[in-house]
Every structure is written in C-alpha cells, then in structure tokens.
C-alpha cells in the first residue's frame, strides 16, 4: 500500500490567497484526520471524518478553514483567505476503527 | 493542565544506554496509548502501541502503562544514534488522538 498521499508537499502563497491541502487516505480506511503542527503549539487535530462524514471540527481555528471529503479516497483542507499564522505543517492521518493510525508526509504551508 | 503532558527535553543519552521517556494524561477515560517517533522534518511514524496496564515489549522498546497513575512510558534499550528524534506521546479517547508536545531525544556517540 502506497500510505497516506498527501499534495502538495510545499506550499508557498501571499496573504489573502485561498490555500488547498489534498489528502489521499489508506484504503480501506474509515476514519480521516486532519493536523496542524507548529513549534509553540505541537500537533493539534483540526477535524475529522468517519465514512466520510465531519464528525468533530472543534478544532478547526476560525471560518477561513473548511474541510470536505466528497469520497473515501479523497479529502480536501481549505484556507480562505490565508494569512501569516497560518503558516505550519498540516498533516492528514487515517486508520480503520480500533486500529493504529498513519500519517502522510504532510504539506509545509508558508503563508507571506 | 494539558491533556497530555512531556517533559520538553532534550533528552540526551549516550549510545548504548538506557533511554526513558515519561508522559501523564489526564482524560481517566483513556482507552489507548501510542508512541510515535518524529524525525526533522518528517510525519510522525507510529513505533510503540498499549492498551492495557503493565509493560509490552518490541524490540529494543518498552511501553510501560500504568493507568491508576495516568501515566505512560517507553524505554529504548541499546540506544543508538539513530533513535535521535522527537517522540510523542499520544492518547485516544473516543476515536480522537491527542498529543503530547513531544520529548526530543539525541543519542551521544
């Protein structure tokens, strides 16, 4: 199995732009994640799905983030418009329910 | 309190020795525990699992679960310059993982 996809893997964009994160999870997986990792504030899970469903988006910062996943292969994390505290590296993580969870190599988002 | 709780670090062991790396959580209602490993510039890469209370051994690793303390553990036997990494702590309540800041670990030569 090829693991969790994820695109791009670097991201360079000014303030204001609309940013879109790719995802491709293990198939056969059900449960989706999505993490932001910063220095002063670790790995912090934003939202995640089951069966394709959004299931929890508390952590999900403020309206500019949104997060869909139209089908088991695929989901997608947008930010609109983007700004500087944006900047972090978002991974996507999925497993099977009761199972390990696996991450993808993440996307470096630098937001100027 | 945080959730999930790590000794920042760093860490630094000599080669060959003993590594033991310390985390608390909170949520009594925890019902599993991971080890994760984060090279510079890498995702983190799942290394150790333990469910239940007591020690569970792979390899040169050792996680240690205490749940009446709301504590884990994880030892690394033999360390070697190659386990110098972050290493998170994670705890799954539900079907949500949450993380500890991580440990950063260098092995010394």
């Known amino acids: 199995d090829a693991g969790v996809i994820q695109s791009p893997r670097h991201e360079v964009t000014e303030m204001g732009q609309e940013v879109t994160l790719r995802c491709k999870p293990i198939s056969g997986h059900d449960y989706l994640f999505w993490y932001r990792q910063t220095m002063m504030r670790g790995l912090e899970l934003l939202i995640y799905f089951n069966n394709n469903v959004p299931i929890d988006d508390s952590g999900m910062p403020e309206d500019r983030f949104s997060a869909k996943m139209p089908n088991a292969s695929f989901s997608t994390l947008k930010i609109q418009p983007s700004e500087p505290r944006d900047s972090a590296v978002y991974f996507c993580?999925?497993?099977?329910?009761?199972?390990?969870?696996?991450f993808g190599p993440g996307t470096r988002l630098t937001v100027l | 309190q945080k959730e999930v709780e790590q000794n920042s670090g760093p860490l630094s062991v000599p080669e060959g020795a003993i590594a033991s790396l310390n985390c608390t959580y909170s949520?009594?209602?925890?019902?599993?525990f991971f080890w994760y490993r984060q090279y510079s510039g890498k995702s983190p890469e799942l290394i150790m699992s333990i469910y239940s209370n007591g020690d569970k051994e792979d390899g040169r690793f050792t996680a240690q679960l205490n749940k009446a303390s709301q504590y884990v553990s994880l030892l690394i036997r033999d360390s070697q310059p190659s386990d110098s990494a972050t290493y998170l702590c994670a705890v799954r309540v539900n079907e949500k993982l949450t993380f500890g800041t991580g440990t950063r670990l260098t092995i010394i030569p």
């Open positions: 993580a999925s497993r099977a329910k009761g199972l390990e969870q696996f």
């Open positions: 949520d009594r209602g925890s019902q599993s």
